[in-house]
């Protein structure tokens, strides 16, 4: 089975970790791509540390970068069947990063971008602790047909999508947001006028914002509109 490594970041304040951020990364990227995101959140975040794995397979579809799952169809079985055999070697990541830093489950909260929040919201709600939340950037929901039967439990959610996204379209937050909320997930979503498959300055503060507030770090997330 796969052993997940990649960079991290220790608490920026020196002192023992409180809260574990673990970033996800997207199709065809790595760990690299969104370590930054920790040192901007460090911040207002500075007794976190904050991990990035690599994804387990190299890409299938770029001579580079990492997958969580390959991509072929881009259809809901597709993303299902392959969020469901990715999400092992996360969970053991998880394990192993909050024993690292000698955390309870609940001192965790995931961050994905596009099949990073495939991941992170197949992993984070089938996690026998509840987690402290998940933040998804510019993705969707994976195994739809699943979540009902599966779910152990229900962390908050954050979802931050652009309304110019050309890769997963802005439609798929308001099904996204509907099936977390229908199977009792508090949800909150945020749509960023003009931005493509990305995450700008803005989304980047929102995601903070909400990630202090749930680590009880000052800030606080605006209400979803």
């Known amino acids: 089975?796969?052993?997940?490594?990649?960079?991290?970041?220790?608490?920026?304040?020196?002192?023992?970790?409180?809260?574990?951020?673990?970033?996800?990364?997207?199709?065809?990227?790595?760990?690299?791509?969104?370590?930054?995101?920790?040192?901007?959140?460090?911040?207002?975040?500075?007794?976190?540390?904050?991990?990035?794995?690599?994804?387990?397979?190299?890409?299938?579809m770029a001579p580079f970068g990492r997958q969580w799952f390959a991509l072929d169809l881009r259809d809901p079985h597709e993303y299902s069947r392959g969020a469901r055999a990715a999400a092992p070697a996360l969970d053991r990541f998880l394990d192993a990063e909050l024993a690292r830093y000698d955390l309870g489950a609940d001192r965790l909260a995931?961050?994905?971008?596009?099949?990073?929040?495939?991941?992170?919201?197949e992993v984070g709600p089938r996690r026998a602790v509840t987690p402290a939340g998940i933040v998804g950037y510019s993705g969707r929901i994976a195994g739809l047909d699943r979540l009902g039967a599966e779910i152990r439990s229900r962390p908050p959610v954050l979802l931050v999508h652009g309304d110019h996204d050309?890769?997963?379209?802005?439609?798929?937050?308001?099904?996204?947001?509907?099936?977390?909320?229908?199977?009792?997930?508090?949800?909150?979503?945020?749509?960023?006028?003009?931005?493509?498959?990305?995450?700008?300055?803005?989304?980047?503060a929102l995601g903070g914002a909400f990630l202090a507030r749930l680590f009880g770090a000052g800030g606080a997330a605006p209400a979803g509109r």
């Open 110 to 121: 995931l961050v994905g971008f596009s099949q990073g929040t495939m991941m992170a919201l």
């Open 166 to 204: 050309e890769v997963i379209p802005v439609e798929a937050l308001a099904e996204t947001a509907g099936a977390l909320a229908a199977a009792g997930l508090p949800v909150e979503w945020h749509v960023r006028p003009g931005l493509g498959h990305g995450i700008d300055g803005e989304a980047l």
């Open 1 to 60: 089975m796969a052993t997940l490594d990649g960079p991290r970041l220790t608490p920026a304040s020196g002192r023992p970790a409180t809260s574990l951020v673990v970033l996800l990364h997207g199709y065809g990227a790595d760990g690299r791509d969104l370590i930054d995101l920790g040192r901007h959140w460090s911040r207002l975040l500075p007794d976190t540390a904050f991990a990035s794995p690599h994804a387990p397979e190299p890409c299938g």
